[in-house]
């Protein structure tokens, strides 16, 4: 399988992991959801929390088919009038793309703390890999980017 047609089939396979994302300013976190460990991959930005629900730590297992809301608290190190969010993840040296979107209503000020949530639901082709999921948040008329965090989960039935 060339690599163009490898591509193509995990994206055909990933576009489930796209559910719903939203821009939630000033909320109080989700009790359900657990800390989990992140890595800083850029951004003027501070991630001040990355959790995803029912699961903690520093090495993530998530269920294929299940859906995970997953909410990352920011505080922007600039104003900006909406924001843009990123999701991806690495598979077989592969950028996935599972959130391109602009958010609405996401206008935010300098250090403010804010909460962007969305939800993925890992695909069955991921089964037994563990995957980096990539978030990154950006101004959407500039593309400053203010946080990215990597955040490495373990896909397991």
């Given at each position: 399988m060339n690599p163009t047609s490898l591509r193509r089939r995990i994206a055909t396979g990933a576009a489930t992991l796209l559910l719903t994302a939203s821009f939630i300013a000033l909320t109080a976190p989700d009790a359900s959801a657990g800390d989990v460990t992140y890595t800083r991959c850029g951004g003027t930005g501070t991630t001040q929390a990355v959790r995803i629900?029912?699961?903690?730590?520093?090495?993530?297992?998530?269920?294929?088919?299940?859906?995970?809301?997953?909410?990352v608290d920011l505080i922007p190190s600039s104003a900006a009038p909406a924001l843009h969010l990123n999701v991806t993840a690495d598979y077989l040296g592969f950028p996935v793309e599972i959130i391109n979107t602009n958010l609405a209503d996401s206008s935010v000020q300098a250090g403010v703390q804010y909460t962007v949530r969305f939800t993925v639901t890992p695909n069955d082709i991921l089964v037994g890999n563990r995957v980096p999921l990539r978030i990154t948040v950006s101004h959407e008329n500039t593309g400053l980017v203010e946080i990215c965090d990597s955040v490495p989960v373990r896909i397991e039935r």
């Open positions: 629900d029912g699961v903690s730590g520093s090495d993530p297992t998530l269920n294929p088919g299940k859906p995970y809301p997953v909410e």
